[in-house]
């Protein structure tokens, strides 16, 4: 390729279309952007969607993670600047963004305090914590942004949706936002389109919620959540079985199911946060913490059947003291606490004690901290599993 000083299109060593395709889908979405920007003959890449979405499949996978504080609330902010984290699986180099968020809409008292919730296809969903009543889309590399305003349900009774997560329909070919709500002592639920900015009630009740604190798994054509254990206890007055415990979203038919995760049933009620999802290897994984031994990792080998491996056990009791060693103030195993963020090859993005992130090798099992803990003691840290991407926000919401 020429070099970034001259354009390939003029030099006399133009390559044809295909080659120039091939090499720049498998080059970072920044990479590729900045060619684009320095060169108007190649500015109709970023505009190909057939290029766009070969892009996508073969982006590399990085990490998104956001620090914010729990108590530290400015009631005068109705407008903020957040940073958000980006790094790739070695964690060697962290680029961080600045932007600015304005979720106040009609209401211009609404706090505006985003949290950055799940990825999909490069768009990053953040939620808006008082009140939840909007989510901000935004596309890091193309800074592309757009604000969606929670669904209100009017019967029988005003009611307000809280997002699960974002997915790309696989038949119409768009991006929808999922939801739900109360009905009584029901939960209900609906999609919205980004494409036809229409929504549609779902006839079926969901059975279980999906626990929407955490992201979303999404595989095999679905949304996997744990099943939320508290919502379902303030609703039914009992507690959801193990056989229950995982909650899907069918993206294609559009409906919810469950299933139960491996291992033995769980011992006590009520413990299902303990448990938790990732991916691995295209497979989804569960990881059981409720023991303050170790960190045990499923693998679900056989999506149809239900089939599920043991792959990992972690002793809790090493990771406390290398934890120890990088600056980590446990006070209680309650506090130590570890939560499975992603998966890259050998590589496990772990958050420890809340406001921790770390890399855990489970070849040579040591650890490697990712980016500077926050110095105040209530902070808490968001991450997710991310892919740049070239999609365009604007192109995707036009009717």
């Given at each position: 390729m020429c070099p970034i000083n001259e354009d390939p299109m003029t030099t006399g060593e133009s390559l044809p279309?295909?080659?120039i395709a091939d090499i720049f889908t498998r080059l970072p979405a920044e990479y590729v952007l900045l060619y684009c920007q320095a060169y108007r003959a190649l500015r109709p890449f970023t505009a190909n969607s057939s290029f766009v979405e070969m892009h996508l499949q073969r982006a590399t996978p990085i990490i998104a993670?956001?620090?914010f504080s729990r108590s530290a609330i400015d009631k005068s902010k109705t407008i903020c600047k957040i940073n958000l984290s980006f790094t790739d699986e070695n964690a060697k180099k962290i680029v961080t963004k600045r932007f600015e968020v304005d979720l106040r809409f009609g209401c211009p008292k609404r706090l505006c305090l985003p949290h950055l919730h799940s990825s999909c296809n490069g768009f990053l969903l953040l939620r808006n914590r008082l009140p939840d009543t909007a989510y901000f889309l935004w596309n890091p590399v193309i800074q592309e942004q757009v604000i969606v305003t929670t669904p209100i349900v009017t019967r029988p009774s005003r009611t307000e949706c809280t997002a699960c997560g974002v997915f790309f329909h696989p038949t119409a070919r768009d991006y929808r936002l999922l939801f739900t709500y109360n009905e009584g002592v029901r939960i209900k639920s609906m999609v919205l389109s980004l494409?036809?900015?229409s929504t549609r009630l779902i006839p079926n009740t969901v059975s279980h919620p999906p626990d929407i604190v955490r992201p979303p798994i999404v595989l095999n054509g679905a949304l996997h959540w744990m099943v939320d254990d508290i919502y379902y206890n303030s609703l039914r007055g009992d507690w959801p079985v193990c056989s229950d415990s995982?909650?899907?979203f069918n993206m294609n038919k559009e409906e919810f199911g469950t299933m139960s995760h491996p291992g033995d049933p769980c011992?006590?009620?009520?413990?299902?946060?303990?448990?938790?999802?990732?991916?691995m290897e295209e497979h989804l994984c569960y990881y059981d913490n409720s023991s303050h031994d170790e960190l045990v990792i499923w693998m679900l080998d056989d999506y149809e059947k239900q089939g599920w491996v043991k792959k990992h056990v972690i002793i809790i009791a090493e990771m406390r003291k290398s934890c120890m060693v990088l600056g980590v103030s446990i006070r209680s195993y309650r506090e130590a606490r570890v939560q499975v963020i992603h998966m890259y090859g050998d590589n496990l993005l772990l958050r420890v004690y809340y406001r921790n992130l770390f890399l855990y090798n489970l070849t040579l099992g040591t650890f490697r901290r990712v980016g500077k803990m926050s110095a105040d003691s209530d902070s808490r840290v968001r991450a997710v599993g991310h892919i740049n991407s070239l999609v365009s926000l604007s192109s995707t919401m036009m009717a």
């Open positions: 279309y295909e080659i993670f956001q620090w494409a036809t900015k995982i909650v899907f011992p006590l009620t009520g413990q299902h946060y303990l448990k938790g999802l990732v991916e």
